[in-house]
């Protein structure tokens, strides 16, 4: 009850394209769900998070789309660049888990010029 | 510059060694966390401790050992006990449990590799 499902594992993206990432969970507790993005050789770094009580979420190019009835939130990249392949963690925890996120397991998005 | 400092950045060790990697934050922040990288499976919670001198078991701690004696730094033991310890170890901190639970920030990692 505690994972974090994501997929696809990689994705390949035209440059301008739209990426998609998914990830699904099943604890319905979780109220706070962030995304990371990570570039080889360094940690993570958040790049939006949303809580349930909005269905949408848009920060420049990123956008989270949350279904909260069918628990699962996703990830759009609208006009993908080659300076967004990276790889992808979406994550989930809820208030009094001690601050502790359950990760997905990655999505590695490569964005072709 | 406020940020998390991991080291060493790259780690070989000998099948029976115990290796210790540094991690210090200047954030100020109270929660620090260590997590394992490994290919397809995201990033998996080793240890975490909301307060100096108290630490919690993550998901995968057995053959790890960490301590937490000053608020700044929160150093892991990859202990010989661990069976398969070649990975990307992540450290990251927070301020702590409430409303900006989840705001991880992480350092930029030590890879360990046994030989």
């Known amino acids: 009850q505690q994972q974090v499902k994501q997929s696809p594992q990689s994705l390949i993206v035209q440059k301008g394209g739209i990426s998609i990432i998914n990830c699904a969970y099943e604890?319905?507790?979780?109220?706070?769900f962030p995304w990371y993005q990570q570039f080889p050789g360094k940690g993570p770094a958040l790049l939006i998070a949303?809580?349930?009580?909005?269905s949408e979420k848009k920060e420049g190019r990123f956008t989270i789309s949350f279904n909260k009835s069918a628990k699962q939130f996703s990830l759009h990249i609208m006009d993908s660049q080659p300076g967004d392949s990276a790889t992808y963690f979406c994550?989930?925890?809820?208030?009094?888990?001690?601050?502790?996120?359950?990760f997905g397991q990655g999505t590695t998005l490569q964005v072709k010029p | 510059d406020g940020g998390i400092t991991q080291s060493p950045k790259y780690l070989f060790r000998k099948e029976g060694q115990n290796v210790t990697l540094s991690c210090e934050q200047n954030?100020?922040?109270?929660?620090m966390y260590w997590y394992r990288q490994d290919p397809g499976q995201g990033l998996r919670l080793i240890y975490y401790?909301?307060?100096?001198?108290?630490?919690q078991k993550g998901d995968i701690a057995e053959g790890y050992s960490v301590s937490r004696e000053k608020k700044e730094s929160f150093p892991l033991t990859v202990t010989s006990a661990q069976k398969n310890p070649t990975a990307f170890y992540l450290c990251?901190?927070?301020?702590?449990?409430?409303?900006?639970?989840?705001?991880?920030?992480f350092g930029e990692g030590s890879r360990l590799t046994v030989l």
């Open positions: 990251a901190s927070s301020a702590g449990t409430g409303r900006n639970t989840g705001e991880l920030f």
């Open positions: 604890n319905t507790a979780f109220d706070y």
């Open positions: 949303i809580r349930p009580d909005v």
């Open positions: 994550a989930a925890t809820y208030s009094g888990n001690t601050g502790k996120l359950i």
């Open positions: 954030l100020n922040h109270d929660a």
């Open positions: 401790s909301q307060i100096v001198n108290d630490f």
